[in-house]
Nanobody, 128 residues
Framework: QVQLVESGGGLVQAGGSLRLSCTASGRSFNNDGMAWFRQASAKERGFVAGINWYSGSTAYADAVKGRFTISRDNAKNTVYLQMNSLKPEDTAVYYC?????????????????????WGQGTQVTVSS
């Protein structure tokens, strides 16, 4: 069984920064990539950013391009989401997820059906 544990959420003022971390554990963890999704209150969960575990190629939602950066540390089985220039509309619960198979392109990363493991979520609140 694979477990994903997120950390790094919190309260920040608009224009500030936060870095989220997600560490994967479990003997069977050999997924091809990971991603971050978010769910704001009364809204559906949506894709934020994804990364290929081996090549490092990335994909981003338009709403976060230029402000958020996804990265990974293979040795630590950890993926990060550096969030800069945060806006109140970034307020949400952020989830990390692990891909079932290899993904290429935004459409593949953005489809939640392509993920087989999810973290419990971490709250990010951006005040205006």
């Amino acid at each position: 069984q694979v477990q994903l544990v997120e950390s790094g959420g919190g309260l920040v003022q608009a224009g500030g920064s936060l870095r989220l971390s997600c560490t994967a554990s479990g003997r069977s963890f050999n997924n091809d990539g990971m991603a971050w999704f978010r769910q704001a209150s009364a809204k559906e969960r949506g894709f934020v950013a994804g990364i290929n575990w081996y090549s490092g190629s990335t994909a981003y939602a338009d709403a976060v391009k230029g402000r958020f950066t996804i990265s990974r540390d293979n040795a630590k089985n950890t993926v990060y989401l550096q969030m800069n220039s945060l806006k109140p509309e970034d307020t949400a619960v952020y989830y990390c997820a692990a891909l079932r198979n290899y993904c290429s392109g935004y459409g593949c990363y953005a489809s939640q059906a392509n993920y087989n493991y999810w973290g419990q979520g971490t709250q990010v609140t951006v005040s205006s």
